[in-house]
């Protein structure tokens, strides 16, 4: 038993006071009988028995009643040893997408704030932060209407985030009890990055979940198939096994322009679309589905073909690359070297030093500036090639040298089928090909990846990071590569890699990269908007494009619009990463935790059990009212 007010127990030493003059008023004289009254000496003696036990009676009933009032007025309770500490609440409310699954009275994010309301006691200090958002040192007054409006979010903090996210939020103070509660469906994102442990904070756990989860989710959406006149996309679906169908719409802008159904397999389902090839569109799938709605549209855009701009340099014919690079896909030019302006090559996306003797140090500059600003290159040696010309341009690229010029008949037989230049060229690996030859070709010590080899394993074709370079020249003089199906896939696959295509959508979360292929003016800075809404990325101008960077922005999923002074330059479509839509949940009964409950309520309920106290004072008031009674009972009936 504890006291409020101990030092006031100093009084039960007054209780000496009765208890001394008790003791002095039953100190009595001895007196001896005479003969005429000792007949009533008896009766007198049991009389005076009978008066002392009354005495001692009352005076045990008075010291009890007196004592009963101190004790009261001592305010005594009984309580752990813990309630009396000072206690610090830190909240941690999971918003993310996945609480917006659907239970029996509405969401249990919804659900959630609720209880939080009905069990954060009036006039307790917290502190409370979600993923996105924090109030520090609050009441619940204070935050009432900012909790029945808290937004969904894709953003998702760990365990250990979370933790070290709580731990700023506690104060430094030792003696404190800290408690944090973590409410959330604790989905598989949730995993600490080590061994997780609570260290000096109870952490305590309310798992949420939904009865049923029954959702359906638009995963991605991709080009299927490539066409002059047409091009097919495909989207991929998720859904319960339970479900067999659903219908899915494609919208142009606002205006419906397909619908269909995505028939599933093993909870995997896809459907597929016939649009224009030449077509621009701002598309949106859509589904209908209620348990998470998140999921439920997928934004993409194609925007008009960028055709690359291809530049061959050279006095040799091109005739074989004007074949390869037509007009209805790329933008080509060929000049001799004599009658090359040197300016119009950083407008360039790939340039092709076709088989020069000579190569002039005020190209070799230039070239390394086009190449360091983002641009392709492809060098292809002549078979009298100045071996010093072409070693100083190849030493900048870091692509090793040529040793010497070896005269001596190859065919080219090693393929790497895995390079990004031959990817979806081959349906298998071949063995059995007519392979080209050279007559003559220039070893090399260079270190970069072989794509094609000779029969000998020495590379006839070598490349890195955009920059390829042939070691023998492809003349008909020289080689028959001209006439092998491998060229058309090689100097293709080249420039189409050289303008990097923008996808049909990006994905929210972490950092995106883009570029434009679009020369700006320096003074000019690109902003991205949509429906009113308008922010900077960060940027970096190049001689022919810009790259943006996305860090931050943008917060909700769309179509936005790049803009150069208000002029729309492309668009963009950003779309929520569908994580949350897998409903992979940790195993709870794992996670380290001073408590786990399902129920908000009840672990507040058990939080205020921890901190109750028993107030003794009312039964020793009780207790008094008991012993004067007794006492006047005594007085009254006590003879």
Not at 250 to 262: E, G, M, R, V
């Amino acid at each position: 038993m504890q006291f409020k007010y101990p030092e006031l127990l100093w009084a039960l030493f007054l209780l000496l006071i009765p208890i001394f003059i008790h003791l002095f008023q039953l100190r009595r004289f001895k007196k001896t009988p005479f003969t005429n009254v000792k007949l009533l000496q008896k009766v007198v003696s049991e009389s005076r028995k009978s008066n002392t036990l009354k005495k001692w009676l009352l005076l045990f009933a008075r010291l009890l009643a007196f004592a009963s009032i101190i004790i009261a007025f001592a305010q005594p309770f009984l309580a752990k040893k813990t309630a009396l500490q000072l206690k610090e609440t830190v909240i941690y409310l999971d918003n993310s997408f996945s609480m917006q699954a659907k239970s029996d009275q509405g969401t249990i994010l919804a659900n959630a704030i609720q209880e939080l309301i009905r069990a954060i006691p009036e006039g307790k200090n917290f502190n409370l932060f979600t993923n996105t958002t924090e109030f520090r040192d609050v009441q619940l007054q204070d935050i009432q209407n900012d909790l029945l409006t808290i937004s969904l979010t894709p953003d998702q903090l760990n365990l250990d985030e979370i933790q070290l996210k709580a731990s700023s939020l506690f104060s430094k103070n030792m003696n404190s009890i800290k408690n944090l509660i973590v409410i959330s469906d604790f989905q598989q994102r949730m995993a600490p990055a080590a061994v997780n442990t609570t260290g000096t904070i109870q952490r305590h756990l309310v798992k949420l979940s939904a009865p049923t989860l029954n959702n359906v989710s638009l995963d991605s959406v991709y080009i299927s198939k490539y066409g002059t006149e047409n091009i097919e996309i495909t989207a991929l679906l998720t859904a319960p096994s339970e479900i067999q169908s659903i219908p899915v719409s494609l919208f142009n802008t606002d205006k419906l322009i397909a619908k269909t159904s995505a028939v599933f397999k093993d909870s995997k389902g896809e459907v597929s679309f016939t649009l224009s090839a030449n077509e621009v569109i701002n598309g949106k799938l859509e589904i209908s589905d209620a348990e998470i709605t998140y999921d439920n549209h997928l934004f993409f855009n194609i925007d008009e073909k960028e055709k690359p701009k291809v530049l061959s340099i050279g006095d040799t014919t091109s005739d074989y690359l004007e074949r390869i690079y037509t007009n209805s896909e790329f933008l080509f030019s060929s000049f001799p070297l004599k009658n090359l302006n040197y300016r119009d090559l950083d407008a360039q996306n790939l340039i092709l030093l076709n088989e020069l003797e000579n190569i002039p140090t005020s190209l070799i500059a230039s070239i390394s500036s086009f190449v360091s600003e983002g641009g392709n290159l492809v060098i292809i040696p002549s078979t009298n090639s100045d071996i010093n010309d072409y070693n100083q341009l190849l030493t900048r690229f870091s692509l090793g040298t040529f040793l010497e010029k070896v005269s001596n008949e190859n065919k080219i037989t090693q393929i790497t089928f895995s390079h990004p230049l031959y990817q979806n060229v081959f349906e298998k690996n071949i063995a059995n090909f007519q392979y080209p030859k050279v007559l003559e070709f220039f070893r090399t010590n260079s270190k970069s990846a072989s794509i094609l080899r000779y029969q000998s394993g020495e590379p006839f074709l070598v490349g890195k990071n955009g920059v390829y370079l042939f070691t023998a020249s492809i003349n008909n003089q020289n080689s028959n590569f001209k006439q092998s199906p491998l060229i058309v896939p090689t100097f293709y696959k080249m420039g189409v890699n050289s303008l990097k295509r923008v996808g049909l959508y990006h994905t929210m979360g972490g950092q995106i990269n883009l570029d434009i292929p679009k020369k700006v003016a320096k003074d000019h800075i690109l902003k991205v908007s949509r429906d009113g809404f308008e922010f900077i990325p960060q940027q970096l101008a190049h001689a022919n494009k810009v790259t943006l960077t996305f860090n931050e922005n943008p917060f909700e999923d769309g179509i936005y619009s790049v803009k150069d002074n208000g002029n729309i330059l492309k668009n963009i479509s950003f779309n929520y990463p569908r994580d949350e839509s897998e409903f992979k949940f940790l195993d709870f009964n794992n996670l380290p935790a001073t408590s786990k409950q399902s129920s908000i309520t009840t672990l507040f309920q058990d939080l205020q059990n921890d901190n109750s106290i028993t107030e003794l004072w009312k039964w020793f008031v009780i207790l008094a009212v008991l012993f004067i009674l007794i006492e006047v009972l005594i007085i009254k009936y006590l003879k």
